[in-house]
C-alpha cells in the first residue's frame, strides 16, 4: 500500500497541495478572485494608496470579526456586538471628554465594560442555558437603551487630541490602529492554532458532549468566548470612536453587527461551531472592503454594496459546500 | 408443493464484481492502487432467506450495503434485482425498488409521534390535509404485523431503542420492501427484545421476505441465519450454510488464521482499594447501591440495557447528578464528581456511545488523543506540535490503530478504529481508575482480542478496571468478580472462586 500511495503522491503532490490549500483558504481564494477583478476592471483601484485605504478601513472590523469568530467557533453568535460598540464609545467619551479623566482610564473603563457585558451574555448563555440567538439580542437592546439614556442621545465630539493618538499616531505608512489589529491577530491565531485553550475551544464547537466528558472546562470556554467578544467590541467601539473623532451611542448598530458576522462566514466559520480561523476572518474582512472600496471607485449607488455582500455571502456558502463536496 | 420450493430458491438479488477505490483525505478516487475499499465482492439472495454478512470492521460490509442502499455509488460492478439490471443514484432508488435498509443508528425524528415518523415524507393527504385518522389506523396496523402493541400517539423519544427500532422496521414494511438490510440491529437490545425481533424476522421470512443480516454476534447467526457469507479486507473470504456451521472455519474465514485464546488473565487483583461506593442512589426511586473496585482488578458489571449501569459509571465519573450516596477514591470522599475533577484525579471513563460522547468526529486521530489530557501534557498551555505527535503515534503504534495517518480525521475510520481512538485518549496517560461502558460494542473479534489483551495488560499494571458489558462471554471472560445490576440497583455479587455462570448472572439480572 505504502509504495503505491507514494508514486501517487509525488506526482500529483503540486496537485494536492493545491487542492489543500483551497480547502483550508477558502477566503483566501475568493480575495484573489475578487482583487484580481478589481485590478483588471475598476479605475483606480491599483494604487499605492488605494491599497493603504483598503488597509486602513479593515483594521477595526478585523478586530471586531476576530471576537465574532471567538462566539461563531461555539456555535454561538453575539447579536449584541453592534450595540456594545455604541455604548462603548459613550463610555470613553463620557469619561474622557465630559469627566476630564484620564485617557488610560476612560479607556480601561470601556473594555471592562465591554467585557462585562459579554459576561453577562456568557453566564445566561452557560449557565441559565438561554439560546445566544436570544440572549444577546436582549442584552444588545439594553445596552443600546442605556448608551442612549447615559447620553441623553447627543454625540460627544472634538474629543482630547492624547486619546485620539491612541489610534492616529502614524507609524511609517500605518497608523498605531493598523499595527493593533495585527498584533490582535497575531496573538490569537497563536492562541487558537498552539494553545491548549484554542484546541479545547475547537473541540468545544464540534461536539460539546464529548468535550464535557474528556474533562474539558467547557462552562468557562463557553463564557470566555462571549467575554473575548465584549472585549473587542469594546476595543472596537474605542477604535471607531477615535476614527470619527465623536462618541456616539448608535455607533456600530445591528447592521455593523452583521457585516461582522458576514465576514467571519465569509471566511470559513461556521454557524454550527467548531470552524473558524484567524486567517479567514482576516480575509473576510478584506474581501468585504474591497468590494465596498470598488464601488466607492466606481462611483455607483452605495446601496448595490448590499446586494453584492448579499451575493457574496451566499457565493461564499455555496464555494463551500462545493469544495466540501468536491475536493 | 414442489413449485414454492423452487420459489424460495429463485435468485432475486445479485450484486456482480462490485469494487470500490479508496480515496485520500480529499475525496478523490485512487483508481491505480492495489488497495481498494472493495475488490469484485460477489453476492446473492435468495427469496425467503435471511443472508448473514459477516467480517471485520473494515471488512467492507458496510460499504457494500451503502451500495445496495443506494447511499453510495459503486465504482465497478453491477446490481441485478429480479433479472434486471438497476443503478441506484440515491437512496430514494433503492426505497422504490424494494429494498428497506435498517441502519444500526437509529432515524426518528425523536420530537413527534410515531405515526408521523412512519409517514414522514410519505403523508397521506386528503383534500389537501394531512389525514391523521387513517394515518392512526394504518400505524397501528403496521404496528400490530411486528407485533407492537403500543399507541400511534406516542411520542417517539419515550420509546426505547428496541422499540424504536421495532418502529424502524414496521416503517420499512409499509414500504412494501421485499429485501431488507439489518445493520447489527440488535447491537442495544436486551434479550428479551432480541426475542421478538426474532421472531419477527421469522414471520417475514415465511413471507418470502429476503434479509441481509450483519452481526458480529456468532450466537445470533446460528439462531436465525440461512447462509453466511464472510468478506475480508473488501474481498469474498468464504460462503457457508449456517447447516454446515464450523466455529474455527468461519473465524479463520474472518481473520485469515485461527484466533488463540479470545480472554487473557495474567493480571493478579491486589488488596489496596481503589473505588468505594456506598448506598449511591443513581436516581430518587431506586435502592442504594454500594460497590468497591481494587487495585489492578477487573470489576464487571452485568445487568440488561436500562439497569442502570450506564448511570452508575457516569455518577462515578461526575458526569450526571444523583440523589444521594458517597464516593471515596483512594480512600478519600468525593466532594463533588466532575469529568475535569476526575480527569485529574486519574479516572477515566470511556462512554458507551462514541460518537455521542465518545470522539470528536469532526477532528483528527492525534486531535482526539491528546484532548483528554491536554492541560497535563502541555503545562505551559502552548501546544508543542513535535511532542503532540510523538503521544499521538505512540499509541497509534501501541492499540494497532490502522490510519493513513495520524491527520486522518476519526469519522472516516472503521468502528474498531474508532474505539481503538477512545480508548487510546484515555490511557495516552495511565489512569488510576478505567470505567469502561461496553468496551467492545460494534467491533470485530480481531479488535476485541486486541482490547481484552489490553485491558488484562492494564490491570497487570495496576489500573483498577470497571467494566460494564453486555456481552456473555466478555463478563465472564475479563472479570475477576461481577457485580449484576437490576433496576437500578445491585442484585448480586460474584467472585470469580464461586465460579461465574451464564444462569446466574442472568437470574440477577431479572431479580
Known amino acids: ?327 | 408443493m414442489e413449485k414454492e420450493g423452487q420459489e424460495l430458491n429463485e435468485t432475486i438479488l445479485k450484486m456482480q464484481g462490485i469494487t470500490k477505490f479508496i480515496f485520500d483525505s480529499e475525496g478523490i478516487a485512487l483508481k491505480n492502487t492495489n488497495v481498494k475499499i472493495l475488490e469484485n465482492i460477489n453476492f446473492d439472495l435468495r427469496r425467503g432467506e435471511v443472508h448473514v454478512l459477516v467480517g471485520e470492521n473494515g471488512a467492507g460490509k458496510s460499504t457494500l450495503m451503502k451500495i445496495l442502499g443506494g447511499i453510495i455509488p459503486p465504482d465497478e460492478g453491477e446490481i441485478i434485482i429480479d433479472g434486471a439490471p438497476a443503478v441506484f443514484k440515491s437512496a430514494k432508488e433503492s426505497k422504490a425498488a424494494g429494498i428497506g435498509f435498517i441502519h444500526q443508528e437509529l432515524n426518528l425524528c425523536q420530537n413527534i409521534d410515531i405515526a408521523h415518523n412512519m409517514f414522514l415524507g410519505n403523508e397521506i393527504v386528503k383534500n389537501g390535509v394531512l389525514n391523521m385518522k387513517e394515518m392512526y389506523k394504518r400505524s397501528r396496523e403496521l404496528l400490530m404485523s411486528v407485533g407492537f402493541d403500543v399507541n400511534p400517539k406516542t411520542i417517539v423519544r419515550n420509546l426505547s431503542t428496541a422499540q424504536q427500532q421495532l418502529i424502524e422496521i414496521a416503517k420499512a414494511i409499509s414500504c412494501n420492501s421485499s429485501i431488507f438490510i439489518m445493520d447489527e440491529p440488535t447491537a442495544s437490545l436486551s434479550q428479551n427484545e432480541i426475542n421478538i425481533l426474532f421472531k419477527l424476522i421469522k414471520e417475514m421470512k415465511s413471507k418470502g421476505i429476503s434479509i441481509i443480516y450483519i452481526s458480529h454476534r456468532f450466537e445470533e447467526l446460528l439462531q436465525i441465519g440461512d447462509r453466511i457469507t464472510v468478506l475480508r479486507d473488501g474481498k469474498n473470504s468464504g460462503n457457508m450454510n449456517v447447516s454446515e456451521f464450523n466455529y474455527d472455519e468461519l473465524v479463520n474465514m474472518m481473520v485469515g488464521r485461527t484466533l488463540g485464546k479470545m480472554h487473557v488473565c495474567t493480571h493478579v487483583p491486589q488488596e489496596t482499594e481503589i473505588l468505594r461506593v456506598e448506598n449511591l442512589k443513581i436516581s430518587k426511586r431506586t435502592l442504594p447501591l454500594s460497590i468497591t473496585v481494587k487495585k489492578g482488578e477487573i470489576v464487571g458489571l452485568g445487568g440488561l440495557v436500562g439497569s442502570g449501569r450506564t448511570e452508575l459509571a457516569q455518577s462515578i465519573y461526575g458526569a450526571r447528578q444523583f440523589p444521594s450516596g458517597d464516593i471515596f477514591y483512594m480512600g478519600s470522599k468525593i466532594r463533588k464528581p466532575s469529568p475535569r475533577s476526575s480527569v485529574q484525579k486519574g479516572i477515566a471513563y470511556l462512554s458507551e456511545d462514541r460518537k455521542l460522547d465518545g470522539l470528536v468526529m469532526e477532528m483528527d486521530i492525534c486531535k482526539n488523543v491528546t484532548l483528554t489530557y491536554l492541560d497535563r501534557f502541555f503545562k505551559k498551555k502552548i501546544i508543542f506540535k513535535s511532542r503532540e505527535t510523538g503521544i499521538a503515534q505512540k499509541q497509534i503504534d501501541d492499540l494497532h490503530i490502522m490510519c493513513r495517518s495520524m491527520y486522518q480525521l476519526v469519522n472516516t475510520l472503521s468502528g474498531g478504529n474508532q474505539q481503538k481512538v477512545v480508548l487510546a485518549k484515555w490511557i495516552s496517560e495511565m489512569p488510576v481508575l478505567l470505567i469502561l461502558d461496553e468496551p467492545t460494542r460494534g467491533i470485530d473479534i480481531n479488535a476485541k482480542a486486541e482490547i481484552y489483551r489490553l485491558m488484562d495488560k492494564l490491570a497487570s499494571q495496576g489500573v483498577a478496571i470497571l467494566m460494564i458489558s453486555s456481552e456473555m462471554p466478555e463478563l465472564i471472560g475479563m472479570s475477576d468478580r461481577i457485580y449484576v445490576m437490576c433496576a437500578g440497583s445491585i442484585s448480586d455479587e460474584i467472585n470469580k472462586s464461586e465460579g461465574f455462570t451464564q444462569e446466574r448472572i442472568l437470574q440477577g439480572t431479572l431479580k
Open chain 1, 1 to 327: 500500500m505504502s509504495v503505491s500511495t507514494k508514486t501517487i503522491n509525488r506526482t500529483s503532490s503540486v496537485n494536492q497541495f493545491f487542492r489543500r490549500f483551497v480547502k483550508n483558504n477558502g477566503a483566501i481564494v475568493i480575495f484573489v478572485i475578487i482583487f484580481g477583478f478589481a485590478l483588471l476592471f475598476v479605475k483606480n483601484f491599483a494604487s499605492a494608496q488605494n491599497m493603504l485605504i483598503i488597509i486602513k478601513q479593515s483594521a477595526v472590523p478585523v478586530i471586531a470579526c476576530i471576537g465574532m469568530t471567538m462566539v461563531l467557533m461555539t456555535g454561538g453568535i453575539d447579536l449584541s456586538f453592534g450595540y456594545n460598540i455604541g455604548f462603548t464609545s459613550i463610555v470613553a467619551g463620557l469619561l474622557i471628554k465630559t469627566m476630564g479623566a484620564p485617557v488610560w482610564l476612560g479607556i480601561l473603563a470601556a473594555l471592562t465594560a465591554g467585557a462585562a457585558i459579554g459576561l453577562g451574555n456568557g453566564i445566561l448563555v452557560d449557565k441559565v442555558n438561554v439560546p445566544a440567538f436570544i440572549t444577546t439580542l436582549g442584552t444588545g437592546y439594553i445596552v443600546l437603551g442605556a448608551a442612549q439614556i447615559v447620553s441623553k442621545g447627543n454625540t460627544i465630539n472634538k474629543l482630547p487630541k492624547n486619546f485620539l493618538a491612541v489610534g492616529q499616531t502614524p507609524v511609517g505608512v500605518f497608523n498605531t490602529t493598523i499595527l493593533i489589529a495585527i498584533a490582535v491577530a497575531v496573538i490569537f491565531y497563536i492562541i487558537l492554532q498552539r494553545s491548549t485553550y484554542g484546541r479545547a475551544l475547537s473541540a468545544f464547537g464540534y461536539n460539546k458532549r464529548a468535550s464535557f466528558v474528556s474533562g474539558v472546562a467547557t462552562s468557562k470556554i463557553h463564557i470566555s468566548v462571549y467575554v473575548i467578544s465584549g472585549f473587542m467590541a469594546a476595543m472596537t467601539g474605542i477604535l471607531l470612536t477615535i476614527r470619527v473623532n465623536c462618541a456616539q451611542p448608535d455607533l456600530g448598530g445591528g447592521d455593523y453587527t452583521f457585516q461582522i458576522i458576514t465576514a467571519a462566514i465569509i471566511g470559513g466559520a461556521s454557524l454550527f461551531g467548531g470552524k473558524g480561523t484567524i486567517v479567514g476572518s482576516v480575509f473576510g474582512v478584506l474581501i468585504i472592503k474591497v468590494i465596498e472600496n470598488c464601488i466607492n471607485l466606481a462611483g455607483v449607488q452605495y446601496f448595490l454594496f448590499q446586494a453584492v455582500l448579499g451575493i457574496v455571502i451566499l457565493f461564499a456558502i455555496v464555494f463551500e459546500s462545493i469544495k466540501n463536496k468536491k475536493l
